[in-house]
């Protein structure tokens, strides 16, 4: 059975405040939803090269320096297979401005501190924190976090019922993380390829 795959990403600004995110048009059950910027992943396209022109189609930004920080997959949903989502984030030390993307879904910054006075996909409530946490937050030293859903979570994309944390994670799937030589900051240590 072929796994649907995606890429997602959030785009911190210089000082952690803020995110891009995208309000959906759809698939309906995002409809009027802010969530992460991302699409499919194309036939013989890596999930990094995805990211970036993903980004560029929906923001008209290009950002280069991406860095997986957990792969989601499970079951399901709108695909009746298997899915696998790549998420990736980005921090910048300059301000970008959002441009003209080459689609109808509007990209915006969110402040991070108001985002649960927004519709938001569910999952997003634990992902940015995620994001913004890195390897040493919560979980521990492992990154990229690879998460595989189960058959009875009946939410999208990684959303358990209530949104605030992510689902169980199964045992002996995490990689360590390449840890940054001491020139290199977040915004230039290019991502983990999880292949």
Known sequence: MKTTEYVAGFLFT????RVALIEKKRPEWQKGRLNAIGGHIEEQESPFDAMIREFVEESGMLV????????????GYEHKGKWRVHFFMAHNTEQLSIKDGMTDEEVLWIDYQELSR???????HWLIPMAISGSRGA???????IIEEGNDVKTSLGANPSGSSPPARKSGTHQPEREPAPQESLHSTP????Q
């Open 139 to 145: 979980f521990g030293n492992v990154w990229p976090f």
């Open 14 to 17: 210089f000082d952690w405040k």
């Open 64 to 75: 280069k320096y991406w860095r997986l920080f957990c792969v989601l997959s499970g079951y």
């Open 118 to 124: 927004h519709s938001i996909v569910p999952n997003l």
């Open 191 to 194: 991502p983990l390829d999880p």
